[in-house]
């Protein structure tokens, strides 16, 4: 008999990211607590373009949705958890948000009063440390998550490394994704699809287009991208999303006829502007100020375009360069000269893409992340 799973995380109210929740039911008797529909905009666009419930007829799972109470990602709580909890046993309870957050210290007390033989466990993806009284009032914050944490799922090395400097043990920490991607719409594309995919984003048909999309901002290093672009001065460069540059962008499209900004898409719609790139770029940089420290957690929009067979290439910064896994196609974070410079060595050299693209179907499925997870929670219930 498979063990029972309460997954607990505001990321499965995104449509596309419960095909995730699919895989892991293979695991376990899974049932997974997650938001309810919310009225906001997201890169731009309606939340409604994320979320819906299409995919009930053809879920192995139970999804819950509650109503959040709170603002941020990290200050709200679930009204109604509670009578979740009570109403049958599980054997681990699993929380994805940061070691602060208010709903993961809300499920641990509920886990403790209604779930006491079961094991507790977190998913966390920070990876620095706040500086200042910041990092003095999360230190203790830290080593009273890990005392009371039964297994911790680290979504990179150096969050894995952050919670065992607070007491956490090796044995009980797993670093691995927190979602896969789908290689049923994450492909690489025939000639022919190329051409079709150009025209229906409005860009050339022949060019080599370098590409990024994601949050229009600072830390993303698209200063650098465009920079390194105009060193090339043979690319175009194609940019899809939304932020707080979009206007300045905008300005530089005025003197830049290789520079397209395309609109923000919903999931589904994602792959189809990738599979239309040469090159994928994720040009992040670290932030380190009272107001924000940060640094790349995973990249996930990576692994897509390595799915859909585009050579990629990112950043020194943060997770970047775990999840490309190749050194040639890493280049030192704020560095423009450099980024241009694997830009070009990516021209010259098609083996990258081939590459990347059997390191994504060996090990960033939603299938081999479910399988990654499952071995770990099933040894930390037999341990």
Partial sequence: MRPGLLLIGHTYAALENRKKLQALAAHFELVCVTSTPEQHLVLGRPSSD???????????????????????STTFHYSGLAAVMR???????????????????????????????????????ENVERPGWKGLMLAPIYRAMTATTDFIIAGNEAASQLVQKHGARADNVLVSPQLGVDLDNHQPASSAEHAALRQGCGLPADAFIVGYC????????LH??????DALQNVHLAILGSGRLESWLKEQQQAR???????????????????????????SKPVRTMQLCWE???????????ACGVATIGSSSGAIPEVIG???AVFPHGDAAALAGRIRGVMNDSTIAQSQLDRTR??????????????FIHHQLAA
């Fill in 214 to 221: 994601g949050r229009l901002t600072e830390e993303k290093g």
């Fill in 87 to 125: 109403s049958r046993r599980f054997d681990a309870v699993l929380v994805e948000n940061e070691p602060w957050a208010r709903v993961c210290w809300q499920a641990r007390l509920l886990k403790a009063l209604f779930q006491a033989q079961a094991l507790f466990g977190e998913f966390t993806w």
């Fill in 257 to 283: 006829p290789w520079l397209h900004l395309l609109p923000p898409r919903p999931h589904f719609e994602i792959p189809a502007f990738l599979r239309c790139l040469n090159v994928f770029v994720l040009a």
């Fill in 362 to 375: 060996s090990l960033y499925t939603h299938e081999a992340v479910a399988a990654q997870w499952a071995a």
């Fill in 50 to 72: 994320f979320d819906n419930d299409s995919d009930a007829p053809t879920r192995n799972y139970q999804l819950i949705r509650l109503p959040r109470s709170g603002k941020t």
């Fill in 224 to 229: 650098e991208l465009l920079q390194a672009c």
């Fill in 326 to 328: 190749y050194e040639e």
């Fill in 296 to 306: 790349e957690q995973f990249g996930h929009v990576l692994i897509e375009a390595m």
